[in-house]
């Protein structure tokens, strides 16, 4: 355990509740959280559609990710919706998915998928992960600058993932137009649109590639999925629906961002960029590094409270949303010694970037595989890598609890 750190951070008017659907907050998230985990470790606020209490500080953020008094399946608690108010069906279709199940029903879907994610199984897709990689950079080196989001780090993930689960190259950019569609949904009045039109056409054609699926099985997680029995009991069609929906959707998107975040990060800190160049072998703690300083997920699904319980002083009442906020608890001083200092030797470094408990990302080899040989190669071939832009130009996307750019141009070479 460090000793408390003060950083300096910007003067702002923080008052509870505190609503995280804000400019102020998205422009302005650590200096939030510093405020968060000083004056007001459990508070009230607003999280997209939610009132919440939100926690901030590391060690309250890691057992209540690990504590069963928080669910997921609210309708466990209530016997009705799974949300605090009523949803239409294609909502909840896609919401029978793991991540938003408890035990045991959790387990029984995540270990239907789970082979699939092993350090055996991802050992085998090396090869064509840095096949991905090269192709891409041969394709993008001779622009000179391009947008390292769109030419390099959107399609490794989505071209690995959609051959993970056996999606088609069509269906996959299909699902990635209404996976964008939905994303800038899920704030303010787009959220209407989001639920009653959004989700309805991704579950259709969803359907449409199952059900061609059923006549074309192969050696994919897919046709696992269809032919898979549980107990005697194959998946229903919205669990496959759901389950193709979470694997698509989480398979690509976090990894894109980790990415741009990556490479970003290191350059904006020059002297751990030459730190690394001059020792490749610092690539996986500089990945950790960057998953706690500057990771593109800040929150975790909403979880309920299965009764009544007090965390410091505050009374949080049966049934309500409880948020860990994780991009606060990576940067808490009392776990992290300088925790605004980006450092890619840091170690210990118990970030929670993938969460903790049951819910931790089954992707998250996934991820740091791609990361990591993305980032290898793509700083290997260009010793002039630079930003295209001033870094002040960078448009920061408004989506709650993601951290995340519109665009990365660089300059290769």
């Known amino acids: 355990m460090v000793a408390v750190k003060q950083q300096a951070y910007p003067n702002l008017d923080i008052t509870e509740p505190v609503n995280l659907n804000s400019a102020s907050f998205n422009e302005n998230k650590y200096a939030y959280y510093h405020w968060l985990r000083e004056e007001a470790p459990v508070c009230?606020?607003?999280?997209?559609?939610?009132?919440?209490?939100?926690?901030?500080?590391?060690?309250?953020?890691?057992?209540?990710?690990?504590?069963?008094r928080l669910v997921r399946n609210r309708s466990r608690l209530t016997g009705g919706s799974r949300m605090p108010f009523p949803t239409p069906k294609a909502v909840n279709i896609m919401m029978q998915s793991m991540i938003f199940e408890d035990e045991p029903e959790h387990r029984r879907l995540r270990t239907l998928v789970h082979k699939a994610f092993t350090p055996r199984a991802l050992s085998k897709l090396e090869a064509r992960v840095e096949s991905i990689t090269h192709e891409l950079l041969d394709k993008a080196e001779p622009q000179g600058t391009v947008d390292l989001m769109q030419a390099y780090a959107l399609p490794i993930p989505v071209t690995v993932i959609g051959e993970m689960v056996g999606v088609e190259e069509q269906y996959m950019q299909r699902f990635k137009k209404s996976i964008d569609s939905m994303t800038s949904g899920i704030k303010g009045l787009g959220m209407i649109r989001l639920m009653l039109w959004d989700v309805w056409r991704t579950i259709g054609f969803i359907r449409e590639f199952v059900q061609y699926k059923r006549d074309h099985l192969g050696d994919d997680i897919l046709s696992g999925l269809i032919l898979a029995e549980d107990g005697g009991d194959r998946l229903s069609e919205d669990e496959i629906v759901s389950m193709?929906?979470?694997?698509?959707?989480?398979?690509?998107?976090?990894?894109?961002?980790?990415?741009?975040?990556?490479?970003?990060?290191?350059l904006q800190h020059p002297d751990q960029l030459e730190k690394l160049?001059?020792?490749?072998d610092l690539m996986e703690s500089a990945i950790e590094e960057v998953l706690r300083y500057n990771n593109p997920v800040h929150g975790t699904k909403p979880g309920y409270a299965r009764e009544d319980f007090t965390m410091h002083g505050v009374t949080i009442p049966k049934g309500a949303v409880v948020m860990p906020l994780i991009g606060a608890a990576n940067r808490d001083p009392r776990v992290f010694d300088n925790p605004d200092t980006f450092d890619?030797?840091?170690?210990?470094?118990?970030?929670?970037?993938?969460?903790?408990?049951?819910?931790?990302?089954?992707?998250a080899p996934l991820a740091?595989?791609?990361?990591?040989?993305?980032?290898?190669?793509?700083?290997?071939?260009?010793a002039n890598l630079q930003l295209a832009i001033d870094a002040n130009d960078l448009t920061l996307q408004n989506l709650t609890l993601w951290h995340r750019y519109e665009n990365l141009p660089v300059s290769l070479g």
């Open 44 to 68: 009230k606020g607003r999280v997209n559609i939610f009132n919440a209490y939100l926690v901030s500080r590391y060690e309250d953020c890691l057992g209540l990710l690990r504590d069963p």
């Open 244 to 266: 193709v929906f979470l694997l698509l959707g989480a398979g690509y998107e976090t990894t894109v961002y980790l990415i741009t975040n990556a490479v970003l990060t290191l």
């Open 277 to 280: 160049r001059a020792n490749p």
């Open 344 to 363: 890619i030797t840091r170690s210990p470094n118990k970030h929670l970037g993938f969460g903790q408990g049951i819910h931790y990302c089954l992707g």
């Open 368 to 382: 740091r595989l791609e990361a990591k040989i993305a980032l290898t190669n793509l700083l290997a071939r260009n």
